[in-house]
């Protein structure tokens, strides 16, 4: 059986091909947002493997799935989506993305500060989540505003979420490790 090839040399001048076949350049918003997404899916491989507690790695897997899911859509023009038949983010993942938030932060103390990125590596790995989480929400909504194309449903929904979600999941890696949260204090200024 023949392996298939990992390389094609069919970008090497700076183009890539949609799901439609289409060509876009590499530098195309359509293109670094859905690069950013498979950052962020990578960024949440890190915390994958830093994660001990099975129910939370079952949740970020199917996290990823979805960060999947969203990218073949973007990787698609609006027009084709349907015809490719490619994966749909649902009403149903959001209100999973809720339940989860509210099961890890019905078990943590409320917070009355700000708190600091960071605390254990696995806290701080969830936090670069977060950020990344909201960076590509920016570029989601810019890409929108950009080019008028309708967005994948549920597609803003679910960013909102996962970045509120990676929050709360900071903190309960920092309670279940023993590391104490870093409370923001305002500096005096003088």
């Not at 970020?60 to 027009?79: H, K, M, R, Y």
Request: charged share 30%.
């Amino acid at each position: 059986m023949k392996k298939s090839g990992i390389y094609t040399k069919t970008g090497d001048k700076g183009e890539t091909g949609l799901v439609s076949g289409n060509r876009a350049l590499k530098s195309d918003i359509r293109i670094d947002l859905y690069g950013d997404l498979d950052e962020l899916n990578s960024r949440i491989g890190i915390v994958c493997a830093e994660v001990k507690e099975q129910r939370v790695l079952n949740f970020l897997q199917t996290v990823q799935s979805a960060i999947f899911d969203l990218g073949s859509n973007l990787a698609c023009e609006v027009e084709n989506r349907q015809k490719y038949k490619l994966p749909q983010l649902t009403e149903g993942l959001v209100k999973e993305l809720e339940l989860e938030i509210d099961k890890l932060d019905n078990a943590l103390e409320p917070l009355k500060n700000f708190v600091l990125p960071g605390g254990s590596k696995s806290a701080s790995l969830a936090h670069l989540c977060r950020t990344g989480t909201r960076s590509v929400e920016r570029k989601l909504i810019h890409f929108q505003q950009t080019t008028k194309e309708e967005l994948p449903a549920h597609s803003v929904e679910f960013l909102n979420r996962l970045s509120d979600y990676f929050f709360v999941l900071a903190r309960h890696l920092n309670k279940v490790e023993g590391v104490k949260e870093i409370l923001w204090q305002a500096r005096q200024t003088q």
